[in-house]
């Protein structure tokens, strides 16, 4: 009888060891992987918690006022597009580098309050500046430049032809933004207003040497193709004042190409400048 016992004793202790061995498997296959338990709802991953690096201006994206840098853009182009010059948005925005920007970052193209700039027009006759070093031009360096009609002046602006020649090729909205005025290398191209130089320079594919006259907060004009560029990066210019001689450079032949931007938008310069 006490054997007996004793093999029933050992057989509880073995069936008592076995269960608590299962109820302790149970529970362990019961649990669920850390990474089930991070991805159920309302429980964020650790990854999620990395900082997303967001281009310079995010912020501002979809605003009036503000630009989302694309694919094959540079701060000329830009400027251009929207009426400023390079220098203005390379201050607006703060860019240490005006020539480094990227894809998504959004600039400032309009001026922020109180800083607008006037151009006032400079009231003193029409000259032609010869270059420093350069023989004294004469009377015949200045385009023939009818008196404008009341059409051609806007906004206190009183436009010349920039160049003597024949109109090779008239405004197309899609085609040609401005228009293009013949002749040959070297000859005589004037500021069409009043107003500072922006921009000097090849930096604008497609349009060879370039020069950008800013007249006043709503218009530009800009003359590519030249030979030789006459002035620099914020100079002041008069109205018939030479600034450039007529070329061919990333052009099929000499010609000037002279476009006026209304508020950063190409518009037909024939309807301000006046009638020949």
């Known amino acids: 009888m006490t054997r007996l016992y004793r093999r029933l004793g050992y057989g509880l202790c073995i069936t008592a060891v076995t269960l608590v061995m299962a109820g302790c498997a149970s529970r362990s296959f019961n649990r669920a992987p850390v990474e089930d338990r991070m991805a159920r709802p309302g429980v964020t991953a650790p990854s999620d918690l990395v900082p997303v690096n967001q281009p310079p201006g995010f912020e501002n994206a979809g605003k009036p006022g503000y630009y989302t840098v694309k694919p094959g853009d540079n701060l000329l182009r830009i400027s251009l597009e929207n009426g400023q010059s390079t220098q203005d948005l390379t201050r607006w925005n703060q860019l240490e580098n005006p020539n480094r920007i990227e894809v998504g970052q959004v600039l400032r193209v309009i001026p922020p309050v109180g800083s607008e700039v006037v151009i006032k027009p400079i009231a003193k006759p029409q000259v032609v500046a010869t270059p420093a070093g350069s023989a004294t031009a004469s009377a015949t360096d200045i385009p023939a430049a009818p008196t404008s009609s009341p059409a051609a ?7 010349i032809w920039p160049a003597n ?22 000859d005589t191209v004037v500021a069409a207003a009043d107003g500072r130089v922006v921009y000097v320079g090849a930096g604008l594919r497609g349009y060879g040497n370039l020069i950008i006259l800013k007249h006043n907060n709503v218009f530009l004009t800009a003359y590519a193709h030249n030979q030789t560029l006459l002035v620099k990066e914020d100079q002041s210019v008069l109205k018939g004042q030479k600034i450039a001689e007529m070329g061919s450079s990333d052009a099929d032949r000499v010609k000037l190409h002279f476009e006026v931007r209304r508020q950063g938008k190409p518009v037909d310069p024939a309807k301000y400048l006046p009638a020949r």
Request: proline content about 0%.
């Open 165 to 186: 020649g024949a109109v090779l090729a008239g405004f197309d909205d899609v085609k040609n933004k401005g228009i293009d005025i013949g002749g040959k290398a070297g």
């Open 153 to 159: 002046v806007e906004d206190g602006i009183n436009w």
